[in-house]
């Protein structure tokens, strides 16, 4: 049964996606920790971040890398966090946001964004900053 990230992934729900590359996307979550909070997401589903293929798992981390520099420009942050919790959905995922400190890292208290046009702003500050950081190459058209 496909999850509901693979829905998303294959257009059948909407995302607001900012990286799309033959083996990984990124998304803006609808639950974010701060504005930017990005979900990096292999294409084949895997539950568990230890099941992936070794190759798959440093792709994810690449492609998060890229994402978290362009987390930090985009909002000024001093940091960009990576969480890796797998409670919210059956299919891995890395989440990338701008931290300023510990607090940020709490996803017990997130609300579900429910304007889209906030997340269409976010999705598209943090595309133009991945271009700028050279990575033209796999920012995802704007929806």
Do not use: Y
């Not at 909407?14 to 998304?27: L, Q, S, Y």
Request: glycine fraction near 6%.
């Amino acid at each position: 049964m496909p999850t509901l990230f693979s829905k998303i992934i294959a257009g059948d729900l909407p995302g607001h996606f900012v990286w799309k590359d033959p083996e990984v996307v990124a998304f803006l979550s609808i639950a974010p920790l701060r504005p930017g909070h990005t979900l990096v997401v292999p294409r084949a589903e895997v539950d568990h971040w230890t099941d992936a293929d070794p190759a798959l798992l440093t792709r994810c981390m690449e492609v998060a890398q890229a994402v978290g520099r362009g987390v930090r420009a985009a909002w000024n942050a001093p940091r960009a966090g990576l969480l890796v919790a797998g409670f919210e959905v059956p299919h891995m995922h890395v989440h990338v946001a701008p931290v300023w400190d510990m607090s940020d890292f709490d996803l017990s208290g997130v609300e579900t964004e429910t304007d889209h046009s906030v997340l269409d702003r976010s999705a598209e500050r943090l595309r133009t900053a991945l271009r700028e950081l050279g990575f033209d190459h796999a920012v995802a058209p704007r929806d």
